[in-house]
């Protein structure tokens, strides 16, 4: 009941008036399903009796048999009766199908869309203690698993059960309860053999969950490190992660496998345990054959769909139990809280994006920043930063001395323990200060992010509204791009996607750094971003960017002092600060 409660907060009303209209045709299937096994009483005992078809007063209510010329012409009626029957049956069966498909793949879908949309609201922290491999074993894997193992077989669970109930009811109404009695002992020999196996499938389940996060992560490792593993020549030790991973998957997923046929099979053995028995009670009490076989007609019509419908029931729950691991995880990243706002966002109203604009007049302050991760030791301590507008700083350091934490703090990717920035003595606190602020800046590092698409929309990311192809050729210029992209086909139209990998990590490099020039923003920030360079085209770029001094305010971040030599101030990170070196 917990499940489905859950299942129910994610639908919106337009979905659960959907799925209220699933429930109702699955309702109508069962009916029709009775209607069908209830309609082979009266044919099985006009083949058998034909004199005492009239004896059914239901039937002999609306057919008036005498009138019938001949006894063919009563067979062809209940022959296509029961055709009939079942064609609207078999009709009713495919349509609640298709919707109940529609709506368990448009709920993945909604599920995909929101939990990827709340994830990127998150803070840059999020992702580094999260780990990606994890949050995408949720945003894919769990997603997934979530409408195949439980969105799916709640509705298969229900159809069932009504149809269940539907037969039951009937065999009741039909008068055949003493027979009835004898299905008692399936339904508790079956309840047993679940209990059991739950608690089987539960372990399993938590192990799945592991297995798939250790595999996304070892193939984020694998993309990250290919160059390492090809030159060392050394996969023995990757292998056999994967290996151990993937072999235990093997195994979950065999014995998962095993154990949901297990209710079909016990079924289908004790049904033919309940038809030795009914044969046999019958033949004793001394019924004639006639009847035993009447009977036994409607128990096998009755048990062509009850053993299924059980059977149905019994694997649904079993999916359920195999996939609940899942729920709090979905549950956890679909009720995250906006820690982040974007430009395209509703969150601004008409004409707030302008009107609320941060100005950047004098200067951008650090003070007494502070920053660890959780149960780490600090990184950054007491650090004070005073950037005024149009200077051109430049920061170096030690590898690990914490540069990169540094650009976190001062573009507000992360939020500093103590301490606090301030631009022109306004302290950035809300969403808002913190996505205005952020729109002043623009970096680029030495990982480079590419877009799938072609190099002049790697240039504008996104700005697609008034593109400025003079402000594009600038970039290029700027970026030293423009023999490559002579040489190229398409010039800027040419996809990335398609040339991705012959792509140069320099060439990677300057598109990225021809962004930065286009996108304008007031503040720009090297991260290493020249050092996959040559040395020509590194010197013409920091030679380019020193134009731009007394028109933005530029922080080199870069181990090359030959880079820094153009600043005002250069600054070291050593001992958790920032002295001046110059």
């Not at 699955?26 to 009483?41: N, R, T």
């Not at 996505?435 to 877009?451: A, C, H, K």
């Not at 020039?517 to 050092?531: H, M, Q, S």
């Not at 080199?556 to 050593?574: G, R």
Request: hydrophobic share 45%.
């Amino acid at each position: 009941m917990k499940i489905f409660i859950n299942f129910w907060k994610f639908l919106d009303n337009k979905e659960k008036s959907f799925f209220i209209i699933i429930i109702f045709f699955s309702i109508i299937q069962a009916l029709l399903e009775l209607i069908g096994i209830a309609a082979v009483i009266p044919f099985v005992t006009y083949l058998l009796k034909p004199d005492t078809i009239t004896n059914i007063e239901f039937l002999s209510n609306y057919i008036d048999f005498k009138e019938i010329s001949s006894k063919q012409n009563i067979i062809l009626i209940f022959c296509l009766l029961l055709f009939l029957i079942f064609l609207i049956k078999n009709l009713a069966i495919v349509f609640t199908n298709n919707l109940s498909y529609k709506f368990i793949y448009s709920i993945r879908t909604k599920l995909y869309k929101e939990i990827l949309r709340k994830i990127l609201h998150q803070e840059y922290l999020f992702f580094v203690q999260k780990g990606m491999s994890k949050i995408f074993n949720v945003t894919f894997s769990e997603v997934n698993n979530y409408a195949a193992n439980i969105i799916r077989p709640i509705i298969n669970f229900i159809t069932e059960f009504l149809i269940t109930f539907a037969i039951i009811l009937l065999i009741i109404i039909s008068g055949f309860i003493d027979e009835l009695i004898l299905i008692i002992p399936i339904i508790i020999v079956a309840a047993l053999i679940l209990k059991k196996i739950n608690k089987s499938i539960k372990k399993w389940s938590k192990s799945r969950i592991f297995n798939n996060e250790n595999i996304f992560n070892l193939n984020f490792s694998l993309v990250n490190g290919i160059k390492e593993i090809l030159i060392y020549g050394n996969i023995k030790k990757i292998l056999e992660n994967f290996n151990k991973s993937l072999n235990s998957l093997e195994k979950i997923d065999a014995k998962n496998a095993v154990v949901v046929t297990i209710p079909r099979v016990l079924l289908e053995q004790f049904i033919i345990l309940v038809f030795v028995s009914i044969i046999l009670s019958m033949h004793y009490a001394g019924k004639s054959s006639d009847n035993v076989i009447i009977i036994l007609s409607f128990y096998l019509a009755a048990a062509y769909r009850l053993v299924p419908s059980i059977n149905k029931i019994f694997v649904s729950y079993q999916q359920i139990k195999f996939g609940k691991p899942s729920q709090p995880l979905i549950n956890e990243y679909y009720n995250l809280e906006n820690k982040n706002i974007f430009n395209d966002d509703n969150y601004f109203k008409k004409d707030e994006k302008t009107s609320n604009k941060l100005i950047f007049d004098k200067e951008i302050k650090l003070q007494g920043i502070s920053f660890s991760f959780v149960n780490n030791n600090s990184i950054l301590d007491n650090l004070n930063l005073s950037i005024n507008k149009f200077d051109l700083i430049g920061i170096t350091g030690e590898s690990g001395s914490g540069k990169s934490t540094f650009v976190n703090i001062i573009t507000r990717l992360i939020k500093p323990n103590n301490g606090k920035l301030l631009i022109d003595g306004k302290k950035i606190e809300s969403l808002q200060d913190v996505r205005n602020y952020q729109n002043l800046f623009n970096i680029t590092s030495q990982d480079t992010f590419l877009l799938n698409g072609s190099i002049k929309e790697n240039i504008v990311f996104g700005n697609n509204t008034e593109i400025s192809l003079e402000r594009i050729k600038e970039s290029i210029k700027f970026a030293c791009l423009d023999k490559m992209i002579d040489e190229l086909p398409n010039g800027i139209d040419t996809d990335i996607g398609l040339t991705f990998k012959k792509l140069s990590s320099g060439q990677k490099q300057r598109i990225a750094i021809a962004r930065a020039f286009y996108l304008d923003k007031e503040i720009i920030i090297f991260d290493e971003a020249t050092n996959a360079l040559d040395e020509e085209n590194e010197r013409k770029i920091m030679k380019n960017l020193s134009e731009l001094k007394s028109k933005k305010t530029i922080i080199i971040i870069s181990h090359n002092k030959k880079n820094l030599e153009m600043c005002d101030k250069i600054f070291e990170l050593q001992n958790k600060s920032l002295k001046q070196i110059n």
